[in-house]
């Protein structure tokens, strides 16, 4: 049943209710009481936070070292493993630049030098080197002796040479005044005149006696005949002497030459050593020792084998050609996986574009910048977790292998670069994709924690209020440490099930019209 009241008295019914409302408003509330916590152990650990990319531990574009040519092969395609030394593509020799065609023929010949000189020396060419230290010793020997001879003259041989050389020249004097051919010469004149007298004789009686000869027919053939005779022993006769008077003469003068010779020889024994003579033969000798070092080096060289230096050179040729003929083909320079392939076969080369792309994505890293209010808590080897926002359930181990010692400032603020390595991989993870990184600097287990708000604090200090056995309250003074969700570490006299007090929430209080 509704009942409704009006009028004065309904009016100061409402006016006392009012009023009790505003009393009971401004009236003492009662404290909020303390709850209570445990002091349980955690594991805490404190991190220096980070990101940056993807990075793979090598990172290629390999391009071709030919700025012409036409692709022949292609080896490889994209996500393909390979191993460092694998061919990726090769170019078609025919379509390649002269120096490179000319160097698959300049490799096959020094190849072949490079063989033969492995080989080592031939018999023959031991026996060569031998026979030029041979030589070079006698040099070296007939050059001392002169030398010796420069230095201390020996003036009785001149002497003896002196007497030799007069004695030639004796010899030769005789030899042109007692010369047989120049007799014979005489006798075969002599005998031609007779002869030619004779036939003369019998010419006369024919010229007198026409038919005088044809009746006496032999006497005047034989004159004839030995006048015939006679001539031609008198053209040989004479041609001998001309010869020999030559010869003789020759001889002679070159006798007469040694004696001249020998004796200035003397003459300059006779005064002492020249010092013309001397550094003459000096500079000889030890042209010549040189010379016999040489040879015995090379003799020695060839007794020993393969010669270290031949071999160098050989070495170097083949290496040089094969550089060039390497450029005919695309190398992988390191194990790895292939990121893009950007020619088919048939393609002209070109030394401006990468032929594949080249990385290894199962070795993995980050560079992080961080401050330098953090720098001193990094250590080499703390222990990094990399988280990916891309990737929300993949959580990757990771270490700090390289702290840049020198920092650069942006903006005011000083960094540095720390590089993560990642222990882990997973195929999910692509290159240049953002990583957060969370390195360890210090960790701590089973240590003391309360909640947050059982921390209090005045003027002597940090503390929680313990709650004893017997009900009784205790203050103990703490330290607090790092924040673990709603949890704080704490040090002080507590052990682990201990209960403390946390104080409930303290709620604003606001005073109404009428105050309170």
Same mark, same amino acid.
């Given at each position: 049943?509704?009942?409704? /009241?009006?009028?004065?008295?309904?009016?100061?019914?409402?006016?006392?209710?009012?009023?009790?409302?505003?009393?009971?408003?401004?009236?003492?509330?009662?404290?909020?009481?303390?709850?209570?916590?445990?002091? &349980?152990?955690?594991?805490?650990?404190?991190?220096?936070?980070?990101?940056?990319?993807?990075?793979?531990?090598?990172?290629?574009?390999? +391009?071709? /070292?030919?700025?012409?040519?036409?692709?022949?092969?292609?080896?490889? &395609?994209?996500?393909?493993?390979?191993?460092?030394? !694998?061919?990726?593509?090769?170019?078609?020799?025919?379509?390649?630049?002269? @120096? #490179?065609?000319?160097?698959?023929?300049?490799?096959?010949?020094?190849?072949?030098?490079?063989?033969?000189?492995?080989?080592?020396?031939?018999?023959?060419?031991?026996?060569?080197?031998?026979?030029?230290?041979?030589?070079?010793?006698?040099?070296? &020997? !007939?050059?001392?002796?002169?030398?010796?001879?420069?230095?201390?003259?020996?003036?009785?041989?001149?002497?003896?040479?002196?007497?030799?050389?007069?004695?030639?020249?004796?010899?030769?004097?005789?030899?042109?005044?007692?010369?047989?051919?120049?007799?014979?010469?005489?006798?075969?004149?002599?005998?031609?005149?007779?002869?030619? %007298?004779?036939?003369?004789?019998?010419?006369?009686?024919?010229?007198?006696?026409?038919g005088y000869g044809a009746q006496h027919g032999d006497g005047y053939v034989n004159a004839q005949t030995?006048?015939?005779?006679?001539?031609?022993?008198?053209?040989?006769?004479?041609?001998?002497?001309? @010869?020999?008077?030559?010869?003789?003469?020759?001889?002679?003068?070159?006798?007469?030459?040694?004696?001249?010779?020998?004796?200035?020889?003397?003459?300059?024994?006779?005064?002492?050593?020249?010092?013309?003579?001397?550094?003459?033969?000096?500079?000889?000798?030890?042209?010549?020792?040189?010379?016999?070092?040489?040879?015995?080096? !090379?003799?020695?060289?060839?007794?020993?084998?393969?010669?270290?230096?031949?071999?160098?050179?050989?070495?170097?040729?083949?290496?040089?050609?094969?550089?060039?003929?390497?450029?005919?083909?695309?190398?992988?320079? +390191?194990?790895?996986? #292939?990121?893009?392939? @950007?020619?088919?076969?048939?393609?002209?080369?070109?030394?401006?574009?990468?032929?594949?792309?080249?990385? /290894?994505?199962?070795?993995?890293?980050?560079?992080?910048?961080?401050?330098?209010?953090?720098?001193? %808590?990094?250590?080499?080897?703390?222990?990094?977790?990399?988280?990916?926002?891309?990737?929300?359930?993949? *959580?990757l181990p990771g270490s700090v292998v390289n702290i840049n010692p020198v920092g650069v400032t942006t903006?005011?603020?000083?960094?540095?670069?720390?590089?993560?390595?990642? *222990?882990?991989?997973?195929?999910?993870?692509?290159?240049?994709?953002?990583?957060?990184?969370?390195?360890?600097?210090? %960790?701590?287990?089973?240590?003391?924690? #309360?909640?947050?708000?059982?921390?209090?604090?005045?003027?002597?200090?940090?503390?929680?209020?313990?709650?004893?056995?017997?009900?009784?309250?205790? /203050?103990?003074?703490?330290?607090?440490?790092?924040?673990?969700?709603?949890?704080?570490?704490?040090?002080?006299?507590?052990?682990?099930?201990?209960?403390?007090?946390?104080?409930?929430?303290? *709620?604003?209080? %606001?005073?109404?019209?009428?105050?309170?």
């Amino acid at each position: 049943m509704d009942i409704k /009241r009006n009028g004065p008295q309904a009016r100061a019914i409402g006016a006392l209710v009012t009023l009790g409302l505003l009393a009971a408003a401004c009236a003492p509330q009662a404290a909020p009481q303390p709850t209570t916590a445990l002091v &349980t152990t955690i594991d805490t650990q404190s991190a220096v936070e980070a990101s940056g990319p993807i990075e793979a531990e090598q990172n290629a574009s390999i +391009f071709w /070292r030919i700025s012409t040519g036409t692709v022949a092969t292609v080896n490889v &395609t994209n996500g393909q493993m390979v191993k460092a030394g !694998d061919a990726l593509m090769t170019v078609d020799i025919v379509t390649a630049p002269q @120096n #490179v065609i000319q160097a698959q023929a300049d490799l096959i010949k020094a190849e072949d030098n490079l063989a033969t000189v492995l080989e080592g020396p031939t018999e023959e060419q031991i026996a060569a080197a031998r026979l030029a230290v041979v030589q070079a010793e006698e040099v070296v &020997t !007939d050059t001392q002796r002169s030398l010796n001879s420069a230095l201390n003259p020996d003036v009785a041989y001149y002497q003896d040479q002196v007497a030799r050389a007069q004695e030639k020249v004796i010899a030769a004097q005789s030899t042109v005044e007692a010369d047989q051919y120049q007799i014979s010469l005489r006798t075969a004149t002599d005998a031609l005149n007779n002869a030619k %007298s004779n036939l003369e004789h019998w010419e006369r009686l024919e010229a007198q006696y026409p038919g005088y000869g044809a009746q006496h027919g032999d006497g005047y053939v034989n004159a004839q005949t030995r006048y015939a005779r006679a001539l031609e022993d008198y053209n040989v006769a004479k041609a001998n002497a001309e @010869n020999s008077g030559v010869n003789n003469a020759n001889a002679l003068a070159n006798a007469q030459e040694a004696l001249e010779d020998a004796q200035a020889n003397l003459a300059a024994a006779q005064r002492g050593p020249d010092a013309e003579d001397v550094n003459f033969y000096t500079v000889k000798l030890e042209d010549a020792q040189a010379r016999l070092a040489k040879a015995q080096e !090379d003799l020695a060289d060839m007794l020993d084998g393969v010669n270290d230096d031949d071999l160098a050179v050989a070495q170097a040729a083949v290496d040089a050609a094969k550089a060039t003929v390497a450029q005919l083909t695309l190398t992988a320079p +390191f194990d790895g996986e #292939v990121l893009s392939v @950007n020619y088919l076969p048939g393609d002209p080369v070109s030394s401006a574009e990468a032929g594949v792309v080249l990385a /290894r994505r199962d070795q993995l890293h980050i560079n992080v910048n961080v401050d330098e209010a953090d720098i001193t %808590s990094l250590a080499l080897g703390d222990a990094v977790i990399v988280t990916f926002d891309a990737i929300g359930d993949l *959580e990757l181990p990771g270490s700090v292998v390289n702290i840049n010692p020198v920092g650069v400032t942006t903006q005011g603020l000083v960094r540095y670069t720390v590089r993560v390595d990642l *222990e882990a991989t997973d195929p999910r993870v692509l290159l240049g994709m953002t990583a957060d990184v969370s390195i360890v600097t210090d %960790s701590e287990r089973g240590v003391l924690a #309360v909640p947050l708000d059982a921390v209090q604090s005045d003027n002597d200090g940090e503390y929680v209020n313990l709650l004893k056995a017997d009900g009784t309250v205790e /203050r103990v003074a703490v330290e607090t440490g790092a924040v673990q969700d709603d949890l704080i570490v704490v040090r002080g006299s507590l052990s682990d099930g201990d209960t403390v007090q946390v104080p409930a929430p303290q *709620e604003t209080t %606001s005073n109404g019209p009428f105050g309170g």
